[in-house]
T-cell receptor, first 117, second 112 residues
């Protein structure tokens, strides 16, 4: 069975500093995809970044990067130069197996990030 | 480009009633998935539709059902509502073959 673990219920960071949100996963599939979504208090899930299991390079999207360590089964999100608008709940998710007709995502419990001015 | 549209955004029902939620995917997206989000259980997969066919189903009772129309719009229905059905219901759409699922803003259901 697929499982996502986010061990940090809450994190605090000072504006303009970098922060790392942890995510570990478990799956027996060889092909899978890892996602990070941001959920502000409004409720909408906003896609941030994607990493495929066969991607050799770590994914980056602007201020977001994904630190993918396949052997350790970890997919940590790094946010550089935090902004006040980054305050939100962050979810790590997995699609396993990836591709084909499987569009089911398994989510972690989330990390509430607070950016302090 | 319009995003995923969910209606209604908020609704209040009483136990025993039924509710229907609607999701209009991004134009060209034929896969529509539904998720339930509660404080206790987190985000859980309900079901996924493609070309009017349910392809995957999560572990929810038969009171939860859905359908997809020929224009890819989807509805989900919950019958005989229980207090525990109070949740944020999120819909996501995707192009076939794409990696990313795009979510709507959700429908927040309160059951009294």
């Amino acid at each position: 069975a697929q499982k996502i673990t986010q061990t940090q219920p809450g994190m605090f960071v000072q504006e303009k500093e970098a922060v790392t949100l942890d995510c570990t996963y478990d799956t027996s599939d060889q092909s899978y995809g890892l996602f990070w979504y941001k959920q502000p208090s409004s409720g909408e899930m906003i896609f941030l970044i994607y990493q495929g299991s066969y991607d050799e390079q770590n994914a980056t999207e602007g201020r977001y990067s994904l630190n993918f360590q396949k052997a350790r089964k970890s997919a940590n999100l790094v946010i550089s130069a935090s902004q006040l608008g980054d305050s939100a709940m962050y979810f790590c998710a997995m699609r396993s197996p990836s591709g084909g007709s499987n569009y089911k995502l398994t989510f972690g419990k989330g990390t509430l990030l607070t950016v302090n001015p | 480009k319009a995003g995923v549209t969910q209606t209604p955004r908020y609704l209040i029902k009483t136990r025993g009633q039924q509710v229907t939620l609607s999701c209009s995917p991004i134009s060209g997206h034929r896969s529509v998935s539904w998720y339930q989000q509660t404080p206790g259980q987190g985000l859980q997969f309900l079901f996924e539709y493609f070309s009017e066919t349910q392809r995957n189903k999560g572990n929810f009772p038969g009171r939860f059902s859905g359908r997809q129309f020929s224009n890819s719009r989807s509805e989900m229905n919950v019958s005989t509502l229980e207090l525990g059905d109070s949740a944020l219901y999120l819909c996501a759409s995707s192009r076939e073959g794409a990696n990313v699922l795009t979510f709507g803003a959700g429908s927040r259901l309160t059951v009294l």
